[in-house]
T-cell receptor, first 117, second 113 residues
Framework: GAVVSQHPSRVICKSGTSVKIECRSL??????MFWYRQFPKQSLMLMAT?????????EQGVEKDKFLINHASLTLSTLTVTSAHPEDSSFYIC?????????????FGDGTRLSIL | GDSVTQMEGPVTLSEEAFLTINCTYT??????LFWYVQYPGEGLQLLLK?????DKGSNKGFEATYRKETTSFHLEKGSVQVSDSAVYFC????????????FGQGTELSVKP
C-alpha cells in the first residue's frame, strides 16, 4: 500500500491565491522529504529537499520565497505556493525515504495537479 | 556531472511483444539505480532497483541488470501487456548527494491490443 500520502490531488484557484500542499509519510518517520515539479511530458525536476526541524535546501533557480517549505514534524512536510500565477500551474510531487537509507528508493506521493486561472 | 540518459519515446508495441528501454548513466562513485513507472495522472511507483554492480532487479515481469562496465541499467520485459502502458523513468542516487534522485527524461510506452 501507499507509504506517502499527498493532499490535495487537484487544486484550481485564481491568480494571486496561495496554495498549500501536504505530504505525509504514513508508516515511518521521514527526516528528509523531497519536492518535485513536473511539466507535461517531461521528467521530474527537484525543487527542494525538506529537512525536519531545519530549513529546506533549494535547488538552483527555485525561488524560496515563492515556494515555502515547512517540515515541522517527522511525518509531514508542506509546500506553499505563494501568490500563485498561471506559470506556476504544474504537477507537484513529493517523496520520502525511510530514515538512514541514503541509497534506498524514495517513495512518492500521487502528486498534486495545480491549475491557476 | 551525474546524469541519466534514456532512449527517447514514445515506444509503441503490440501486446506480448518484447520490451527494452535503454538507460545509461554517468556518475562519480557507486550509484544505486532505479526504475520508476508513472501511470497517467499519478505519482511515481518504484518498479525495481539495484544497489551494486551485477545486481539484477526484477518485479512484475520486468528486469534490469546493473552493468558497471557499460554504465547501463536497461529495462526489459519478455511479454508486455496493455496495462504496462505508462511512462518509465530510470534514476540514480548517490550517498554523497544525500540520496537525491537524478532522473532520466522518461520513456513513454504504449502497448496496443
Amino acid at each position: 500500500g501507499a507509504v506517502v500520502s499527498q493532499h490535495p490531488s487537484r487544486v484550481i484557484c485564481k491568480s494571486g491565491t496561495s496554495v498549500k500542499i501536504e505530504c505525509r509519510s504514513l508508516d515511518f518517520q521521514a527526516t528528509t522529504m523531497f519536492w518535485y515539479r513536473q511539466f507535461p511530458k517531461q521528467s521530474l525536476m527537484l525543487m527542494a529537499t525538506s529537512n525536519e526541524g531545519s530549513k529546506a535546501t533549494y535547488e538552483q533557480g527555485v525561488e524560496k520565497d515563492k515556494f515555502l517549505i515547512n517540515h515541522a514534524s517527522l511525518t509531514l512536510s508542506t509546500l506553499t505556493v505563494t501568490s500563485a500565477h498561471p506559470e506556476d500551474s504544474s504537477f507537484y510531487i513529493c517523496s520520502a525515504r525511510y530514515p538512514g537509507q541514503g541509497n534506498q528508493p524514495q517513495h512518492f506521493g500521487d502528486g498534486t495537479r495545480l491549475s491557476i486561472l | 556531472g551525474d546524469s541519466v540518459t534514456q532512449m527517447e519515446g514514445p515506444v509503441t508495441l503490440s501486446e506480448e511483444a518484447f520490451l527494452t528501454i535503454n538507460c545509461t548513466y554517468t556518475a562519480t562513485g557507486y550509484p544505486s539505480l532505479f526504475w520508476y513507472v508513472q501511470y497517467p495522472g499519478e505519482g511515481l511507483q518504484l518498479l525495481l532497483k539495484a544497489t551494486k554492480a551485477d545486481d539484477k532487479g526484477s518485479n512484475k515481469g520486468f528486469e534490469a541488470t546493473y552493468r558497471k562496465e557499460t554504465t547501463s541499467f536497461h529495462l526489459e520485459k519478455g511479454s508486455v501487456q496493455v496495462s504496462d502502458s505508462a511512462v518509465y523513468f530510470c534514476a540514480l542516487t548517490l550517498m554523497r548527494q544525500g540520496g537525491k534522485l537524478i532522473f532520466g527524461q522518461g520513456t513513454e510506452l504504449s502497448v496496443k491490443p
